[in-house]
């Protein structure tokens, strides 16, 4: 079974700050991949970032980077110069073994002040 | 042109009513899901299929069945709706064939049972 864990309900950032999204996991398999989607309020999932458990360096797509800490199961999102557009809920995701199927966390709700 | 398009956007609907969600996609990927997505609780998946005759069971499919109708279409349906069956429902898609097998989503259905 998987298990994600995300502690922070609410993050408040100033614009241009970055901010960092917590993310913890759980699994029993031995090669899996963490994802990070972004749901603004308009409701579609957007997804943002991947992360394999096999590799070694931390992924980077834009202003995202993913802070792979695989021995303390952990799968933070950091987001750079933060802009007001960013303000949305972001779940992390964990898919593994043969089927890949993704196991959500409940989300953190990032809200940008200007 | 959306790439994974979810019909209808929005619906309302009474108990005991027969429902069907569609999800189209022009991705040409071979996986597609179906979610729920409820206040609080995250994603959780319903069914998945990873070809017309492959469809599987995910974490709550009680109540819902599905149809994959051709490589591009996969239906969701509600035989008899009950009021705890309201929610956001997701259709996803992803491709074995890409690294991650990252999924994505449509823009979603809000189904409101009566």
């Known amino acids: 079974a998987q298990k994600i864990t995300q502690t922070q309900p609410g993050m408040f950032v100033q614009e241009k700050e970055a901010v960092t999204l917590d993310c913890t996991y759980d699994?029993?398999?031995?090669?899996?991949?963490l994802f990070w989607y972004k749901q603004p309020s308009s409701g579609e999932m957007i997804f943002l970032i991947y992360?394999?458990?096999?590799?070694?360096q931390n992924a980077t797509e834009g202003r995202y980077s993913l802070n792979f800490q695989k021995a303390r199961k952990s799968a933070n999102l950091v987001i750079s110069a933060s802009q007001l557009g960013d303000s949305a809920m972001y779940f992390c995701a964990i898919g593994g073994g043969s089927n890949y199927k993704l196991t959500f966390g409940k989300g953190t709700l990032l809200t940008v002040n200007p | 042109d959306a790439d994974v398009t979810q019909t209808p956007r929005n619906r309302i609907t009474k108990t005991g009513k027969r429902i069907m969600l569609e999800c189209s996609q022009t991705?040409?990927?071979?996986?597609m899901y179906w979610y729920r997505q409820d206040p609080g609780l995250g994603l959780r998946l319903i069914y998945y299929?990873?070809?017309?005759?492959?469809?599987n069971k995910g974490e709550i499919s009680d109540g819902y069945s599905v149809s994959r109708q051709a490589q591009a279409k996969f239906s969701l349906s509600l035989e008899s709706a009950i009021p705890n069956q309201t929610a956001l429902y997701f259709c996803a898609t992803s491709d074995p064939g890409t690294e991650g097998q990252p999924q994505h989503f449509g823009d979603g259905t809000r189904l409101s049972i009566l």
């Open positions: 299929s990873f070809d017309v005759k492959d469809i």
């Open positions: 992360q394999g458990s096999y590799d070694e």
């Open positions: 991705k040409g990927h071979d996986r």
């Open positions: 699994t029993s398999d031995q090669s899996y991949g």
